[in-house]
């Protein structure tokens, strides 16, 4: 069993910056690829990024590339989301998740476990 804990949320300026964390539990993180995913109000959940277990591979969505980066401490069971350039739109809850295999995969089906979600929110 993994537990997810996602903090660094806030109320932040367009154009501005956040960082996320996912501080995970459980002795097999360093075995798992993670990932960050966000829903808007009446949107479906969006997978923004995701990262391998060592974290020599990393997706991002198009929407994020170029202003976000994904990254992790398997020292610290930690997984981060630096976010640079906040737009509006960028606006959700952020939730981590974990995957019981060492690299990422295209579906959120495929992310067993789940934090309880840290809500960003990008004034204009």
């Known amino acids: 069993q993994v537990q997810l804990v996602e903090s660094g949320g806030g109320l932040v300026q367009a154009g501005g910056s956040l960082r996320l964390s996912c501080a995970a539990s459980?002795?097999?993180?360093?075995?798992?690829?993670m990932g960050w995913f966000r829903q808007a109000p009446g949107k479906e959940r969006e997978r923004v990024a995701t990262?391998?277990?060592?974290?020599?591979?990393?997706f991002y969505a198009d929407s994020v590339k170029g202003r976000f980066t994904i990254s992790r401490d398997n020292a610290k069971n930690t997984v981060y989301l630096q976010m640079n350039s906040l737009k509006p739109e960028d606006t959700a809850v952020y939730y981590c998740?974990?995957?019981?295999?060492?690299?990422?995969?295209?579906?959120?089906?495929?992310?067993?476990?789940w934090g309880q979600g840290t809500q960003v929110t990008v004034s204009s």
């Open positions: 998740a974990a995957r019981e295999y060492r690299y990422s995969s295209f579906s959120d089906f495929d992310y067993a476990y």
């Open positions: 459980g002795r097999t993180f360093n075995n798992y690829a």
């Open positions: 990262i391998s277990w060592r974290g020599d591979s990393t």
